[in-house]
């Protein structure tokens, strides 16, 4: 593993969406042969890790978040030795590896929960989940009135083997997700070797799913009317959970190359947040607080600037991420009249501006590169694919069926990769297992390779940009005064970014040169976009401007 000090401080990040990326062998799933396939691309947009979805033995109950075995992959991505070529021929091109690590739940077909039904009630096998008896003489009642963060009830009742109802079980997410009890000393000791196993494997860290979910409150109380307790909420972000962290820290740090540990950390609470990515715990968390906000310059702004003060005490960089597979992706979500970002406000047939989405998805691409800190990009984000509106009987995610199928779930953003040609599955590979739309010709990498203005241009020029600008990395950063509707700020000495997210045109600051545009200059800066400015004629050499 290469010793570059500090690498993940300002890494830029690919998420691969490992079933929708590109598939090798003609199924219709992407897979690690397709992704090592096309490792030149990854290499060509200037990425220094790559984040993995869950690639694991899974019956994909929730695409790949239930995992059946963590030593091996799952057979429709590959084989473990896939996986170690995979990981090897990206670090000989510099690119990293960070897998996914679900700590909350396991499969309900993993061998430890289906031993724990076969083995009965009161038995040790149980003990590492949270199996409890009903409410009511009859057992009948739910143990508490915890709520899903898929909706609906958190637990299911079991049977006996005599087909009599038996105990239920605990489950945040779907039934076929079983929580795990993390006050079990065997929960700990398996998921501590789990890391040991990848990193052995030569991953640089561990991005760590649903990261604040995984402690329970033993007592099992009821949440209070209204559900959220004042203090000690019986199941998000217990204390206990910063013991495990600074236990797998400790693990990672045994590692040569630094290996890192990266937090899904949903918390509106950024003192609770921080404390997470104190020193000796996590070394970085999703910045999902940015993500969320709508295109308005004072709801970004403040965004920015708590997330550098919320991070400045414990000395951890921030993260900056437009959207991941859980999200509406922003080419739709910045063209809607509202573009703050909330999984219960999802719904088919929200009337979107997809011109006016775009424009702002490229701007606010620039806007977060030139941000202290890591950044991650969500595959098919360099594209500026837009959103789909996946027909009902395609879709697969527990989150609309849980909903009823009102929400239309998160299977429009992991549609698959459009690589090249004019029609489904454009160069994908086989007919793939999510439909795709049929006017993506335009956005095709093959398409967008020619077309200098493309989304994937302004990627590369900006991942290019940020790695040759000093000023880019861990350096100062200075809010410029500007107007309302102007996010203006300084990096070092040397760059200026602005971004106009008002709605007429505004004259750009006084500058040597323009580095980078997220689309045309007129006569000035136009509504929905970001340019980058050198100040001084020392930067570096003009990327391609739009
Ligand atoms: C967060 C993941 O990003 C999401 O895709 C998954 O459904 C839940 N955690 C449960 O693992």
Redesign the pocket.
């Known amino acids: 593993m290469p010793d570059d000090e500090g690498w993940w401080r300002t890494a830029v990040i690919y998420q691969v969406y490992v079933r929708s990326f590109a598939d090798g062998n003609g199924d219709g799933v992407g897979d690690l042969a397709g992704v090592r396939a096309r490792l030149g691309y990854l290499k060509s947009l200037g990425v220094d890790a790559l984040w993995f979805n869950p690639w694991y033995r899974s019956p994909l109950a ?2 790949g ?1 239930d995992v059946q075995d963590y030593r091996d992959i799952d057979p429709r991505f590959g084989t473990l030795a896939e996986a170690e070529q995979l990981i090897a021929e990206a670090l000989a091109l510099g690119i990293r590896t960070i897998i996914d690590i ?1 700590p ?2 396991i499969s309900d077909r993993h061998e430890w929960f289906q031993g724990a039904l076969a083995a009965g009630p009161g038995s040790a096998e149980r003990e590492r989940f949270w199996f409890h008896p009903g409410r009511g003489a009859d057992g009948a009642g739910i143990p508490t009135n915890w709520v899903s ?1 898929f909706q609906g009830e958190t637990w299911t009742r079991t049977q006996n083997p005599d087909g009599t109802p038996g105990e239920w079980y605990l489950h945040l ?1 779907t039934p076929e ?1 079983p929580d795990l009890n993390w006050n079990h000393p065997d929960v700990r000791r398996e998921h501590e070797d789990i890391l040991r196993f990848w990193f052995d494997r030569g991953v640089a860290g561990v991005r760590i ?2 990261a604040a979910l995984p402690v329970k409150d033993p007592a099992l109380p009821d949440l209070p009317a209204g559900g959220a307790p004042t203090t000690g909420h019986p199941h998000i972000d217990r204390d206990e959970l910063h013991d495990i962290y600074r236990e797998w820290r400790a693990v990672a740090d045994e590692y040569d190359g630094e290996r890192v540990l990266v937090g ?1 950390v949903w918390l509106d609470d950024a003192e609770r947040f921080a404390r997470y990515l104190r020193p000796g715990e996590m070394h970085t968390a999703f910045n999902f607080g940015f993500m969320t906000q709508p295109w308005s310059a004072r709801a970004m702004r403040d965004s920015i600037t708590r997330t550098l003060a919320e991070h400045a005490p414990v000395g951890a960089p921030a993260t900056w991420v437009l959207s ?3 999200v509406t992706r922003p080419a739709t979500r910045y063209g809607r009249a509202d573009s703050s970002f909330a999984f219960d406000r999802k719904r088919f047939g929200t009337p979107t501006d997809a011109a006016r989405g775009l424009a702002r998805a490229r701007a606010a691409a620039l806007l977060v590169a030139a941000l202290p800190g890591s950044l991650y990009i969500y595959q098919g984000d360099e594209l500026g694919l837009p959103e789909v509106e996946v027909p009902r009987d395609a879709i697969e995610d527990p989150m609309h069926f849980r909903s009823g199928g009102v929400d239309p779930g ?1 299977d429009g953003c992991r549609v698959p990769l459009p690589w090249s040609g004019e029609a489904t599955p454009y160069g994908f590979g086989g007919a793939p297992w999510m439909p795709q739309p049929d006017d993506w010709a335009s956005l095709t990498v093959e398409a967008q390779e020619s077309d200098a203005a493309s989304t994937l241009h302004l990627y590369r020029s900006a991942i290019r940009l940020r790695r040759a600008l000093p000023e880019f990395g861990d350096g100062a950063f200075t809010w410029l005064e500007a107007d309302a509707d102007v996010l203006a700020f300084r990096r070092g000495d040397g760059v200026l970014s602005i971004t106009n997210l008002g709605s007429t045109a505004v004259p750009l600051p006084a500058h040597h040169r323009i580095l980078l545009a997220s689309g045309p200059l007129d006569d000035g800066l136009p509504p929905d976009t970001t340019a980058w400015l050198a100040l001084l004629p020392t930067a570096a050499p003009a990327a391609t401007t739009t």
Request: net charge negative.
């Open positions: 929730d695409g978040y679900v909350n739940h963060s997410f997700q799913d649903s899904e991941n597979h859980d998160r």
